[in-house]
Structure formats: C-alpha cells, structure tokens
C-alpha cells in the first residue's frame, strides 16, 4: 500500500512551504503533486523550489484559475500508487492525522476513511459559527438524501482508493468536487470509516476562500449527484 498526497493550492504564498513541510516530516508519501490552480503570487515559485529540494514531489499547473475540482482533475491522471488524499495548502489541517487514517487502509483497503472534525474530542479551532454550523447541516441532509450517515461530508480528508479516483469522472470546478467525489464514491462502494481528525480554520483576511454561498451549492449537488448516482457514478 503506497499513498499520494494532493495539494491543490491558488494563491498560498504565506502558508504553502510551511504546508508541504508538515507534510513531508512524516515518511508515509510516495508522492506529493503540489496542483497550482492558476497562481499569480509567488507560490509558484515557492513550489517549483520545493519540487526542486524535496523527493518525491511533482508540480504541475494549470494556466488558468479553474477551481478546486478543476486541478485535482488534471492532477488526478499524475497518481501512481494504491490510495490518494487531497490536503489543503492552508494550514487548517494537520497531516498526522492522515498516519493514523493510513494505518485503517491496510486492513481495509477498498474502504473510503473519512476525517470528522466533528466526532471525537481532538483539539479544534473554529472561527465561523455560520460555516460550523452550516456545515452540520449540510452533513445531515447529504446524509438523509443518501440513506448513509456521514457526519462531516465537507471535510477534506477523504482517503479513497486511487482505482475509484483516476477512474472518476469530475464535473464539479470548484468546491462542489467535495460533494461530487463523496456521492460517486457511495455509489461505487458504501464501505467508509470515519476518523476524528484535528482542525484549526483561518479567517477570510487569511485567505480563507470557501463563502456562505458555496454551502447552498453542496446542497444542490447532494440532490444532484444522488439522481445521477441512480444511473452513472463516473
């Protein structure tokens, strides 16, 4: 079992050296694809530098500011191993606890492990009570729309075997791909587990990107995605 960390950024000059190194203290990753989204500061350079110094790291960017689901599905055809995670440049999560949700697929390797901000009691920091609790609600309701509890569908740390994710067919550009990929994923295999992860959220001046309006879009696509699972999960 090898692992692919994905690290889709735009605009992370403050914050993505510091980011990537937390991820390479830990020696679980076979490949680190560092995904520029189209940046137009200095994060770009920042990490071709760190493809540069640093083993096992890839760089690739997009010529244009496409989203979030736009670069991980240019990035996704780069994944040469067993299982792939997405981790945000932004300093919001912390990549001990992927050791921990890697330490699950070696017994369930065809299992899709899920990090909860919300289960458990590790150390958590959020700034919005809007977006706390919005993203409860939105969890409840993908929840109910899939007959499958899930208690944090908007959570970046969704581990997934890499035969579901090269084979996935994204349609979703921006952060609605967090939806898309959790739907196509209950359609393709209904076998997850759900591990309590650490959180620390940043604010907008920080360049915290995720709106207000994006949550009324993952509801949306919850009912989408769930009538076109009916036919097609790619």
């Not at 349609?171 to 997850?192: A, H, M, P, Q, W």
Request: hydrophobic share 40%; aromatic share 12%.
């Amino acid at each position: 079992m090898k692992l692919t960390v994905i690290v889709p950024f735009y605009n992370e000059e403050q914050y993505l050296e510091q980011s990537v190194n937390r991820l390479t203290k830990h020696k679980i990753f076979s490949q680190i694809i560092l995904a520029d989204d189209g940046s137009t500061d200095n994060s770009s350079k920042i990490a071709q530098n760190l493809e540069l110094t640093t083993k096992n790291i890839k760089y690739i960017k997009s010529n244009l500011n496409g989203g979030k689901g736009s670069i991980l599905d240019l990035s996704r055809k780069l994944v040469n191993t067993s299982h792939v995670i997405v981790h945000d440049a932004d300093m919001e999560y912390f990549p001990e606890d992927i050791v921990e949700m890697f330490k699950l697929v070696l017994k369930n390797p065809d299992t899709m492990i899920l990090g909860t901000r919300f289960n458990g009691n590790l150390p958590r920091k959020n700034i919005y009570l809007r977006t706390y609790y919005g993203n409860i609600l939105i969890s409840m309701f993908f929840s109910l729309v899939h007959y499958f509890r899930i208690s944090d569908v908007a959570t970046c740390y969704k581990l997934m075997p890499s035969k579901f994710f090269k084979d996935l067919k994204l349609t979703e550009k921006g952060f609605g791909v967090d939806i898309e990929i959790l739907s196509k994923y209950l359609n393709y295999n209904r076998s997850l587990i759900e591990v309590p992860i650490k959180y620390e959220g940043r604010t907008y001046s920080d360049g915290k990107k995720i709106k207000l309006s994006d949550g009324f879009i993952w509801l949306f696509l919850t009912l989408k995605f769930r009538l076109k699972s009916l036919f097609d999960f790619r």
